[in-house]
């Protein structure tokens, strides 16, 4: 009945925020750690690696004079931020969790050691990956897409306001049409984007499936990994 029994689920900062123009809707993390919940009370063994980008991108802090590096490692501890308050939402409603630190932060995160993180998602805990993959120049994507491989998840789970991958931005142009599956190679041949290129070819060159889905849905994660046709399935 369960099809992805070790899941990946990538949450950008953006979808912490809700309808709000910064930081986190504690309605939006009640929203995830409940969904959450449902997986591992199916038995489904899930990560999550979240992003931070509703408190500090490393981009935007270059137009404000802070250096590149010093704005991504300010951007690496935004996820920190957003994992602790995952963290909590899930331990308040009786989920076990871990929170994992890329960047050495041991009052607060473990840090990351592969074999350990596994451990944990056998026994039943919900791991949550923070400060990406702990270097600069890289985003929250490439995170999931390495700790997905790393991790031997079967499927990459990227939650996002649209229900799957279109033509053209659904949300700018009414004719884009949705796709259900995909392979790799279309979805460069047709200039999709679905994660950025680091992380995309990290997928590719381990032929790790992607489902991009809207997150916003109650049931869509547990359609998921039932597998049934939910959003836009990348693979081959
Ligand atoms: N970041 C980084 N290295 C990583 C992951 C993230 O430097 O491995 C920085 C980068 O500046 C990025 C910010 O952290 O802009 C927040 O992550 P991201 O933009 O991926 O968050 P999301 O878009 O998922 O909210």
Redesign the pocket.
Known sequence: MIKYKRVLL?????SLMGEQKYGIDPRMLSHYASQIKELTEMGVQVAVV?????I????Q?AQSGIERVQ??????M??VINGMALQSALESIGVYTRLIS?IEMKQIAEPYIRRRAIRHLEKGRVVIFS?????????????AALRANEINADVILKGTRVDGIYSADPEKNPDATKFDKLTFAKVISLGLSVMDMTAFTLCRENNLPIIVFDISHNENLARIVKGEAVGTLVEG
């Open positions: 990538k949450l950008s900062g953006e979240i992003g931070g980008g509703n500090f991108r490393g981009l802090a704005g991504d490692y300010m951007g690496m935004a996820t890329a400060s990406g993959i702990g270097s600069p120049y890289f985003t929250t994507d490439s995170a």
